[in-house]
């Protein structure tokens, strides 16, 4: 049995237990059934092996060694990755400009931060790939323990896993992939490479692309190390399992033949709008990742156009482009409006 059903399992016993609310008290009755299914390890419910179930069948689906749920986001399975594998004094490779949880993980790990650089895209003035270039130096002048990579970044652009992890195996590294905004990429071999199958540790957040609650997340491993013990430090002994059941539906939505056919056409759909506006330059690796700059605008003045005019407001922009995220859930008549405000944009200037 794993979660979706346990929390459907009907029973008439009276918990004397955690949580206090006990099922009945809806306190904030806009979620009356989120209070309905927060449920706390008792005997009865025994969610522990529940969980158990549901993440292996997980890792058989994604074909990795170990995939576990995580209700603290990718953040929680970055510190997870570094302290299964980190001791105090291991040199850790990250990027400058990463996550904060990256140098964060190396601190409470004990570890010592190396930092390495990546040179911007001269169109888009944004952080370009993770390369084996840019990265080979540092493994020749220092003992790296572990390498944070982040692929794809928040714009799109993806890193040769393959081709990192062979330089980590050459010079015994684990790697460790913050693929937070991927995690889409195992569903459709349209979508770049994810790191999944090939990377020591990879996180996916959930709730970026893929359609979860925040802060829904995963993190999977190709190694033979026990997460567990990293994740008594991590995760807290009162968990969400609503949150957790909600992983385990996202996961069997997304192999299901409807979420394969909404992100076929969610592709389809951005393919299109590429095309309709000729005038518009696009970039990145990853299509979901509207990447767009317009001559004679600069990023911060397209985005003010679309959101004053067509009202509607980008995830991030510079001072040369904007870039709109896609998930999931992202409908047909959202990318019908922007295809529209950005063809007229681009035909203004």
Not at 15 to 33: A, D, E, M, V, Y
Not at 75 to 102: M, R
Not at 177 to 196: C, I, K, N, T
Not at 326 to 338: E, M, N, P, R, V
Request: charged fraction near 25%; proline fraction near 4%; hydrophobic fraction near 35%.
């Amino acid at each position: 049995m794993g979660l979706i059903n346990l929390l459907r399992k009907k029973c008439n016993i009276s918990f004397f237990t955690t949580p206090s609310h006990s099922r009945c008290l809806f306190i904030f009755h806009k979620l009356r059934n989120l209070y309905k299914y927060d449920i706390s390890e008792t005997e009865f419910h025994n969610p522990e092996e529940a969980l158990k179930k549901a993440e292996e069948a997980a890792a058989k689906l994604y074909g990795t060694k170990s995939t576990k749920f995580l209700t603290n986001g990718s953040t929680s399975g970055i510190i997870t990755a570094v302290l299964s594998c980190v001791k105090k004094g291991d040199n850790v490779l990250i990027w400058k400009d990463a996550h904060p949880c990256h140098k964060n993980a190396v601190e409470l790990a004990g570890g010592a931060t190396i930092y390495y650089q990546i040179p911007q895209d001269p169109t888009f003035k944004v952080a370009q790939k993770t390369s084996p270039e840019i990265l080979e130096p540092y493994f020749e002048n220092n003992k790296i323990k572990a390498l944070i990579i982040t692929s794809p970044t928040y714009e799109g652009f993806v890193s040769d896993i393959k081709a990192i992890k062979d330089l980590c195996a050459k010079h015994n590294c684990y790697l460790i992939v913050d693929e937070a905004h991927g995690a889409l990429y195992p569903f459709s071999e349209r979508l770049p490479q994810s790191a999944v199958k090939i990377a020591d540790f990879t996180v996916q957040s959930l709730h970026k692309t893929a359609g979860g609650l925040n802060p829904t997340a995963l993190i999977h491993t190709n190694t033979n190390i026990d997460l567990k013990e990293a994740l008594s430090k991590t995760n807290t002994t009162s968990p969400s399992y609503p949150l957790l059941a909600s992983i385990e539906a996202n996961i069997n939505f997304l192999k299901s033949s409807r979420g394969k056919r909404l992100l076929n056409n969610l592709i389809d759909r951005i393919e299109i709008l590429r095309k309709n506006c000729p005038e518009c330059i696009f970039g990145g690796d990853d299509i979901t990742k509207i990447l767009v700059k317009i001559e004679g605008l600069t990023g911060y003045q397209l985005s003010e156009i679309l959101y004053n005019k067509y009202k509607i407001e980008d995830e991030r922009t510079n001072e040369v482009c904007s870039m709109l995220l896609c998930g999931i859930g992202t409908s047909t008549q959202k990318l019908d409006k922007l295809e529209k405000a950005l063809f007229a944009v681009s035909q203004k200037n």
